[in-house]
């Protein structure tokens, strides 16, 4: 079956453009995950949604960030006013359910945003 | 303090040898998930191994194994019979059952590179 995919693939914007991220989850998985990666390094949390609530937005670096998945199933990640900083690869990750620690976690292969 | 900590940037290893990758976590809980993934160079997360916190054997799948040392707080990846085809990264996460839905915290990655 189809994993999690993500466009676009990447994304060059220049600094104060507004950006849109899009993910599609496995068919199914209730919990969906934002991560950003920066350059050499491991990738951080930025948000959360069960189904279509956004449960947790504690890892979202300021307010340009916004994301949302209004029919719990795509998801958007919404940069605007776009930053130098904000550069990275935007995972997107999606699970069955949040009940088990073992519960895999599939990932997108990821948006690489560059910001000029 | 890092959650997780991966101490080598990069490691050789010569194709066909095995190879041990570290990572030592924080944690005050009891309850926990420590997982390993692979990142090629086209940036997908591979999951590769999973070990629970209760679980008292050390978790194995195909050519990797995972040597968990509890009381150390280490979760080392074992790869054996290295194939050029492992050159990647290779990032430990942990998951702790009071945090968003359950998300991943990673390290910040291991570069292996093969040599033939």
């Known amino acids: 079956g189809a994993g999690v995919s993500q466009s676009p693939r990447y994304k060059v914007a220049k600094r104060g453009q507004d950006v849109a991220l899009r993910c599609d989850p496995i068919?199914?998985?209730?919990?969906l995950f934002w991560y950003q990666q920066a350059l050499g390094q491991g990738p951080e949390f930025l948000t959360y949604?069960?189904?279509?609530?956004?449960?947790?937005k504690s890892g979202l670096p300021s307010d340009r960030f916004f994301a949302e998945r209004p029919e719990g199933s795509v998801s958007t990640l919404k940069i605007q006013r776009t930053q130098q900083e904000d550069s990275a690869v935007y995972l997107c990750?999606?699970?069955?359910?949040?009940?088990?620690?073992?519960?895999?976690?599939?990932f997108g292969p990821g948006t690489r945003l560059t910001v000029l | 303090a890092q959650k997780i900590t991966q101490t080598q940037p990069g490691m050789f290893v010569q194709e066909k040898e095995a190879v041990t990758l570290d990572c030592t976590y924080d944690?005050?809980?009891?309850?926990?998930?420590l997982f390993w993934y692979k990142q090629p160079s086209s940036g997908e997360m591979i999951f590769l191994i999973y070990?629970?916190?209760?679980?008292?054997q050390n978790a194995t799948e195909g050519r990797y194994s995972l040597n968990f040392q509890k009381a150390r707080k280490s979760a080392n990846l074992v790869i054996s019979a290295s194939q050029l085809g492992d050159s990647a990264m290779y990032f430990c996460?942990?998951?702790?059952?009071?945090?968003?839905?359950?998300?991943?915290?990673f390290g910040g990655g291991t570069r292996l590179m093969v040599k033939p």
């Open positions: 990750a999606s699970s069955l359910d949040t009940s088990s620690l073992y519960n895999e976690q599939f």
């Open positions: 068919s199914g998985h209730v919990s």
């Open positions: 949604f069960q189904n279509e609530a956004q449960l947790d």
């Open positions: 944690t005050s809980d009891q309850s926990y998930g």
């Open positions: 070990q629970g916190s209760y679980d008292e």
């Open positions: 996460a942990m998951r702790e059952p009071y945090n968003a839905g359950n998300m991943l915290t």
